[in-house]
């Protein structure tokens, strides 16, 4: 069983940058893959980003490719969701999730954290 707590979720303005992180407790973290997702208002949940246990093969999306940077710490049990330049459809909460390897489904989440970014 692993617990996931997001943080860092705030109202930003447009162009603003953020770190979101994601602590993981109840379980070794870096026996798991990691990805990183979002859930506007009216809209289905995206992901945004993906990244190996090892902290290697990052996947991003192509809404954030280039603004937004994943990395983790797995002697912190953490890990990050540096966003840059952010944008008024970059508002959602984003959620972090984890899986037993790093191809299968997502096995545990966190609650979320809301991200607003203000024009």
């Known amino acids: 069983q692993v617990q996931l707590v997001e943080s860092g979720g705030r109202l930003v303005q447009v162009g603003d940058f953020l770190r979101l992180s994601c602590v993981a407790s109840?379980?070794?973290?870096?026996?798991?893959?990691m990805g990183w997702f979002r859930q506007a208002p009216g809209k289905e949940r995206e992901i945004v980003g993906t990244?190996?246990?090892?902290?290697?093969?990052?996947y991003y999306a192509d809404s954030v490719k280039g603004r937004f940077s994943i990395f983790r710490d797995n002697g912190k049990n953490t890990a990050y969701l540096q966003m840059n330049s952010l944008k008024p459809e970059d508002t959602a909460i984003y959620y972090c999730?984890?899986?037993?390897?790093?191809?299968?489904?997502?096995?545990?989440w966190g609650q979320g954290t809301q991200v607003t970014v203000s024009s």
């Open positions: 999730a984890v899986r037993l390897t790093d191809t299968s489904t997502w096995d545990y």
């Open positions: 109840g379980s070794t973290f870096s026996s798991y893959g």
């Open positions: 990244i190996f246990r090892s902290g290697g093969g990052i």
